[in-house]
């Protein structure tokens, strides 16, 4: 008897190994953006462009938007802001399937809880190029912005284990973006 309960106990364990405990990520429907890459740069004239990634997995672009509205020092944006910014985007026509947006995600929670390199001076007149993730809080209404990695004239970068994986994905976009 000991024996049957030991194997059905062996049985069962192995099949939870097998099947794993793999989240089943929710996109919130009421968060309006998950992701942002955002170039800005000031020398020898004006450049500001980039693209944002909504939570349908649609890539809306912008280039030198006039009222755009940036984070604030915390990568925070009210609600409004963000629905401005929409505004001032245009749909590419790219667009992330769901399965693939749902996987990257699921990695915004861990990144906004780990912390960022100090920031280092790397070079002149490069810009800035930012990755960042969004978290939405309803209550206050609030987009809770992230670093996943700066680049350009200085750099930073978050010290999550996915940042990496993150990081190259968005960068895989832009450079997709920009061919088109």
């Known amino acids: 008897?000991?024996?049957?309960?030991?194997?059905?106990?062996?049985?069962?364990?192995?099949?939870?190994?097998?099947?794993?405990?793999?989240?089943?990520?929710?996109?919130?429907?009421?968060?309006?953006?998950?992701?942002?890459?955002?170039?800005?740069?000031?020398?020898?004239?004006?450049?500001?462009?980039?693209?944002?990634?909504?939570?349908?997995?649609?890539?809306?672009?912008y280039k030198n938007p006039r009222n755009w509205n940036f984070p604030d020092k915390d990568l925070n944006l009210t609600e409004n802001q963000v629905h401005d910014n929409i505004g001032y985007c245009h749909n590419s026509g790219i667009k992330i399937p769901l399965d693939e947006l749902k996987k990257y995600a699921g990695y915004i929670k861990n990144i906004s809880s780990s912390q960022v390199t100090a920031l280092k001076n790397v070079a002149a007149d490069a810009g800035s190029m930012q990755y960042i993730c969004y978290q939405f809080s309803e209550n206050p209404g609030i987009y809770k912005g992230s670093l996943i990695k700066m680049e350009g004239d200085f750099t930073r970068e978050n010290l999550n284990f996915f940042t990496k994986k993150v990081a190259t994905w968005l960068k895989n976009i832009s450079d997709t973006v920009e061919k088109k």
Do not use: P, R, W
């Open 1 to 61: 008897m000991k024996t049957i309960l030991l194997n059905i106990f062996l049985l069962l364990l192995s099949a939870f190994s097998i099947t794993g405990c793999k989240k089943n990520v929710v996109i919130n429907e009421k968060q309006a953006i998950l992701f942002q890459v955002d170039y800005v740069n000031y020398a020898l004239g004006y450049k500001h462009n980039g693209f944002i990634i909504d939570n349908q997995g649609n890539v809306l672009t």
